[in-house]
């Protein structure tokens, strides 16, 4: 475990196997932490890969940040990752809003990215979203969440976790941050050359997920591209982690 500095703020990093040929960096979702790929997936990949794992800004282990949550920016966080610890091209793993910031990374930068996996992640622009992105998000919405990953995964939260978590992820509420975000980025991808994406992209959706249908119309418009789904839902990585990591390997081993 160690800690970079990242335009002034620390930001927790982990990296597994730093021999490794080729590297793949995994980025998680909003309100989840690196420890999502950390048990499971993340030592598969290892065995035969540098991995590196990180926090986003205000998550897990990283520094709070009173500012910056939305694609744009995080996708700029990822680039600073990776100019800080030298690396000129990765295979990137995005899950959910981690894989929203990965793509717009690779639309924007694809000579910094050699293969693109996507798990759960959405479009802002789709219907599915659109009142989200539009409206924003509230805290008690962040709370109803949370009772529906715990129905979802069967991890039991007690009341206790569930206020830790809640106040842990706070200030992304305080003066509507991350609904600010949301709006902002609502229609970044209406124009987004996304069918001249040049990377390999591997899509992984659950079959009871809402987005499974981004995943179908990302797989029609990425000539370069394959669909999976598995039994699950938006929480694959907590459901799935084997299915996951046994797509992803042989995926970043292709030359």
């Not at 003066?175 to 975000?181: H, R």
């Not at 229609?187 to 591997?202: G, H, K, M, T, Y």
Request: aromatic fraction near 10%.
């Amino acid at each position: 475990m160690s800690y970079l500095n990242i335009k002034g703020k620390k930001v927790h990093v982990i990296e597994l196997n730093p021999r490794g040929e080729k590297t793949i960096i995994m980025i998680h979702g909003l309100f989840t932490n690196l420890s999502v790929y950390l048990y499971v997936a993340a030592p598969i990949l290892a065995k035969s890969h540098r991995v590196i794992l990180y926090d986003l800004r205000s998550h897990g282990l990283s520094e709070r940040r009173d500012e910056g949550y939305t694609i744009e920016i995080l996708a700029d966080d990822l680039l600073a990752l990776m100019d800080a610890m030298k690396i000129e091209r990765a295979g990137f793993v995005g899950y959910s809003y981690g894989g929203t910031v990965s793509l717009y990374t690779a639309l924007l930068h694809p000579e910094r990215v050699e293969r693109l996996a996507l798990i759960e992640t959405p479009l802002l622009n789709e219907r599915l979203n659109g009142r989200l992105f539009s409206e924003g998000i509230e805290a008690s919405m962040f709370a109803e969440g949370l009772k529906g990953y715990s129905r979802s995964t069967g991890i039991r939260l007690s009341s206790a976790r569930m206020a830790a978590i809640e106040a842990r992820y706070s200030c992304l509420f305080e003066n509507d941050l991350l609904s600010n975000a949301f709006k902002s980025d609502a229609n970044l991808f209406d124009s987004a050359p996304i069918e001249r994406l040049p990377v390999p992209v591997l899509l992984l959706y659950g079959k009871r997920s809402e987005h499974r249908f981004t995943g179908q119309a990302l797989e029609r418009r990425i000539a370069r591209s394959k669909l999976y789904v598995a039994r699950g839902d938006h929480n694959l990585p907590v459901q799935r982690p084997r299915w996951l990591a046994h797509r992803l390997k042989p995926f970043f081993r292709q030359r």
